[in-house]
């Protein structure tokens, strides 16, 4: 065990618990104290589900209950994406560190005011972007660093599945109260697509499928960066699954195969230039593992989050360009 261990509540029995609540569990560093929602003995019910051994974690039916507790230094949130910005600002006030789980919220002034109290309170909130801590994407910065592919020109993302009948909630509302692809798994599109530049996208062209609900069940779009440097997404509940990403340089290119990468498999980066061409096994990782101990480290060592506020504001920026493109039907620009 470690010497210090950074103390959890987890709010809402959302189901990427599956994946959050046994990194909390197993992590050195971490140590989850109490589990809370608002549906009676669902959290009970989770917490039996995924860690019946831990007969010390409390389960409460009432979310104000956890945001009070105080053995709980640090609260993990998979909401609802329209209630993260409600529900990070409750726990902040009352001097809880947060991982928001993607999107951080639906607006620019929503992560703003999240900043500001978080400010306030002295409090460390990062935005979950769990893929990021897996080693493959090190390896590819790494490639790219050392010149491999030349300068980056265009990245093309692709996040989809079809949609399964008992996942129907995720597009039955509209795309303004937090509904459809591009605010459930189109945040990862935007993030890996402006991973790789140095700048932020200057405007946004998209196009999308709608439901009856108004939500989007397919989008894709383009960003420019400038100076002839595009990124192309797309996300859909439409298509057979896909989760990748590639970077396309003046030299050369790299593609990432599967980004969601599974913890019990190997992943695989292919690689290649006008002088050799290699494809790459990655040891296995568990990304959602590595995010909680990550956190818990930078909380308990007092260290800014590589995942940065700034960052959580630009891909909210991004987004919300693509969607007004959408709305609109015509190219968005980004203001500063």
Same mark, same amino acid.
């Given at each position: 065990?470690? *010497?210090?261990?950074?103390?959890?509540?987890? &709010?809402?029995?959302?189901?990427?618990?599956?994946?959050?609540?046994?990194?909390?569990? $197993?992590?050195?560093?971490? *140590?989850?104290?109490?589990?809370?929602?608002?549906?009676?003995?669902?959290?009970?019910?989770?917490?039996?589900?995924?860690?019946?051994?831990?007969?010390?974690?409390?389960?409460?039916?009432?979310?104000?209950?956890?945001?009070?507790?105080?053995?709980?230094?640090?609260?993990? /949130?998979?909401?609802?994406?329209?209630?993260?910005?409600?529900?990070?600002?409750?726990?902040?006030?009352?001097?809880?560190?947060?991982?928001?789980?993607?999107?951080?919220?639906?607006?620019?002034?929503?992560?703003?005011?999240?900043?500001?109290?978080?400010?306030?309170?002295?409090?460390?909130?990062?935005?979950?972007?769990?893929?990021?801590?897996?080693?493959?994407?090190?390896?590819?910065?790494? &490639?790219?660093?050392?010149?491999?592919?030349?300068?980056?020109?265009?990245?093309?993302?692709?996040?989809?599945?079809?949609?399964?009948?008992?996942?129907?909630?995720?597009?039955?509302?509209?795309?303004?109260?937090?509904?459809?692809?591009?605010?459930?798994?189109?945040?990862?599109?935007?993030?890996?697509?402006?991973?790789?530049?140095?700048?932020?996208?200057?405007?946004?062209?998209?196009?999308?499928? &709608?439901?009856?609900?108004?939500?989007?069940?397919?989008?894709?779009?383009?960003?420019?960066?400038?100076?002839?440097?595009?990124?192309?997404?797309?996300?859909?509940?439409?298509?057979?699954?896909?989760? $990748?990403?590639?970077?396309?340089?003046?030299?050369?290119?790299?593609?990432?195969?599967?980004?969601?990468?599974?913890?019990? *498999?190997?992943?695989?980066?292919?690689?290649?230039?006008?002088? $050799?061409?290699?494809?790459?096994?990655?040891?296995?990782?568990?990304?959602?593992?590595?995010?909680? $101990?990550?956190?818990?480290?930078?909380? &308990?060592?007092?260290?800014?989050?590589? /995942?940065?506020?700034?960052?959580?504001?630009?891909?909210?920026?991004?987004?919300?360009?693509?969607?007004?493109?959408?709305? *609109?039907?015509?190219?968005?620009?980004?203001?500063?």
């Amino acid at each position: 065990m470690a *010497e210090k261990q950074l103390r959890w509540g987890i &709010l809402g029995a959302a189901r990427v618990n599956e994946k959050l609540l046994p990194a909390i569990v $197993e992590a050195a560093n971490a *140590e989850l104290v109490a589990i809370a929602s608002r549906r009676p003995g669902a959290a009970a019910e989770i917490l039996q589900k995924l860690a019946p051994q831990e007969t010390a974690v409390e389960t409460l039916d009432d979310p104000e209950a956890l945001l009070s507790h105080p053995n709980i230094d640090a609260i993990y /949130l998979p909401m609802s994406n329209e209630e993260h910005a409600e529900w990070a600002l409750k726990a902040i006030n009352h001097g809880k560190h947060v991982l928001i789980e993607k999107p951080m919220a639906l607006t620019v002034a929503d992560i703003d005011a999240i900043e500001a109290a978080a400010k306030a309170n002295n409090v460390t909130v990062m935005e979950g972007f769990m893929y990021i801590f897996h080693p493959q994407h090190d390896y590819v910065g790494q &490639l790219i660093d050392d010149g491999k592919i030349g300068d980056v020109r265009t990245v093309k993302t692709a996040f989809a599945f079809p949609m399964k009948p008992a996942r129907m909630y995720r597009i039955d509302r509209d795309i303004n109260d937090g509904g459809g692809a591009m605010w459930d798994i189109g945040p990862y599109a935007i993030h890996t697509a402006r991973l790789w530049f140095d700048n932020e996208p200057v405007s946004a062209m998209a196009m999308a499928k &709608l439901n009856d609900s108004g939500a989007d069940v397919s989008l894709s779009g383009v960003f420019d960066f400038t100076d002839g440097k595009f990124a192309h997404f797309e996300m859909s509940f439409e298509h057979a699954r896909r989760s $990748e990403y590639e970077i396309i340089g003046t030299k050369g290119g790299i593609k990432c195969h599967t980004v969601w990468q599974p913890e019990t *498999e190997e992943a695989t980066i292919s690689w290649w230039n006008d002088e $050799e061409e290699q494809t790459v096994s990655i040891p296995k990782a568990n990304h959602f593992n590595l995010e909680i $101990e990550y956190f818990s480290d930078c909380i &308990l060592q007092g260290k800014a989050p590589k /995942l940065t506020m700034a960052d959580a504001r630009n891909n909210c920026a991004a987004i919300c360009a693509a969607l007004a493109s959408v709305r *609109e039907g015509t190219k968005i620009q980004l203001s500063d």
